[in-house]
């Protein structure tokens, strides 16, 4: 009997709550006789590039000593695969601005992007063609979220539909564990009618109680069925869940009290700052009081990189696209040198021709905001470690990419960071760093993904009709 309630269990359910559960191998076993977990693919992406003397291993081959923007991942060295020579060659048409061309060729590997009556155009997205292959298998086919301005669109489920990034972790928490219809925010609608909806909390069924509290009964029915290292993953798993919707709360309740204080600001006065450019879309009004703080910053980033990997380890999605950093950032106490703090000034008084030509000054601070950015990578990575899915861990069951919209802060498109975290089920030989032709497209990595998805595609974007074609079209040597 026990194992036939095991055979269709895999959510715990309650009133108004479904909650996934880990991959347990009770679970694998009586479901396909297979305990081998499924393969995910995740994206960590960052702004303004990278500072290449500082992030690129001085020759190819076994990984020794990082340098020093890797230098947070050393302990895990030998699960990292490093790519150096990949390159965007997209070329823009419509009036793109930078940003926007090198968002719209990020992750497309597009040979041409486009704003045509006031849509972006440019070709799906490698997410959302690794989504379209395992998105049914899952509760949510594939997640956007973090901090992405208008400018900055990265999924495309198709050449002309550009996917909105969701910014608010009580939103990503409630899709994946409140069993409620996913939400996508109507920023200008919102604008008008702030007055309305400012200090309204989201709400859920039982919206005080947690969402272990609505399925405890069912969590304890199926532990008493599971084995020893069965349990001791499912209680970790439960608490895991219930420490993030205790950050969530907290994260709430300020944000909650700052929308009150902008209705209703205290006696002081803003100091007027005149020749800002103007804000134009209300996103901004949301995400600037975390990316003008580097703590807060901090914290967001740590929160939704725990929501990605939830998301993985319950298998509610097994694509996750985090864009986790902002142009406009500041980093107070974070960059030590100088007197300039902000990204997105940094990006191109730090970036020239030539590394020779640039202010010194500047590119010691972009070296000091890329560390940051890959200690906090480092921290999920380290999670993903730890957690075990039956003899292998789920940072060996996922293809993560970290990477940039950007090459470097001055917009470019040559040579851009790339690493691969995870041997994505033993798909690929990690511990090294690859050095491939200059030139060589991104698409071709994006190709050799589509392959470790089960996907036999001919070409990906640019892969095969770039100028500066290379390999035919492949990435050699990813498996060893």
């Keep these: ?34 305990v081998k977990p499924p393969l995910r693919f995740g994206i960590f992406t960052v702004t303004g590039g990278t500072v290449l003397e500082s992030w690129k291993p001085p020759a190819a081959g076994t990984l020794t000593k990082l340098p020093s923007i890797l230098s947070p991942l050393e302990f895990a060295k030998s699960d990292l695969l490093l790519l150096s020579g990949l390159s965007n060659h997209g070329r823009s048409e419509g009036g793109l601005n930078a940003h926007e061309h090198c968002s719209l060729t990020h992750l497309t590997g597009a040979p041409l992007v486009r704003r045509i009556g006031g849509k972006f155009v440019a070709a799906t997205s490698i997410d959302q063609v690794v989504a379209n292959k395992l998105g049914g298998e899952t509760l949510i086919p594939s997640l956007q979220i973090g901090l992405a301005g208008a400018e900055n669109k990265y999924s495309f489920r198709t050449p002309d539909l550009a996917l909105p990034t969701e910014a608010n972790p009580r939103l990503v928490f409630d899709q994946l564990f409140r069993n ?117 910053h901090e914290e967001y980033i740590r929160l939704m990189a725990d929501l990605m990997v939830l998301a993985f380890q319950t298998d509610s999605s097994r694509v996750c696209l985090f864009a986790c950093g902002s142009d406009e950032a500041n980093f107070p106490g974070v960059v030590t040198v100088g007197y300039e703090r902000h990204c997105h000034t940094l990006e191109h008084q730090g970036n020239a021709d030539k590394v020779e030509n640039a202010d010194p000054i500047a590119r010691e601070a972009l070296r000091q905001i890329h560390a940051w950015y890959t200690r906090l990578f480092a921290e999920m990575i380290r999670k993903m470690k730890s957690i075990d899915e039956g003899g292998s861990s789920l940072l060996d069951n996922t293809l993560m990419l970290y990477t940039s919209y950007m090459a470097d802060g001055g917009h470019g498109m040559n040579n851009y960071p790339v690493l691969l975290a995870g041997n994505a089920g033993g798909t690929l030989k990690t511990g090294r760093h690859i050095e491939f032709k200059a030139q060589t497209p991104m698409a071709n990595l994006y190709l050799e993904i589509t392959d470790r998805f089960g996907l036999k595609l001919p070409n990906f974007g640019e892969s095969h009709n770039s100028p500066h074609q290379a390999y035919d079209g492949r990435l050699p040597g990813l498996n060893g």
Aim: proline share 8%; aromatic share 4%; charged share 30%.
């Design 1 to 34: 009997m026990a194992s036939q309630r095991l055979n269709r269990r895999s959510f715990l359910r309650g009133a108004g709550a479904l909650l996934s559960l880990p991959f347990l191998e009770q679970l694998a076993r009586a479901r396909t006789g297979s």
């Design 180 to 296: 409620r219809k996913a939400i996508v925010p109507n920023w200008p609608n919102r604008a008008r009618n702030s007055e309305k909806t400012v200090g309204d909390k989201p709400q859920s069924p039982n919206p005080d109680r947690s969402v272990l509290d609505l399925v405890r009964e069912e969590a304890q029915d199926l532990k008493r069925n599971l084995g020893y290292g069965d349990q001791i993953r499912l209680d970790q798993y439960l608490e895991s869940v219930r420490a993030i919707e205790r950050r969530i709360d907290f994260l709430e309740h300020r944000q909650l009290l700052e929308a009150k204080d902008a209705l209703n600001p205290g006696p002081s006065k803003l100091i007027e700052v005149s020749g800002l450019p103007a804000e134009n879309t209300p996103v901004w009004k949301v995400t600037q009081p975390v990316s003008r703080d580097p703590e807060r």
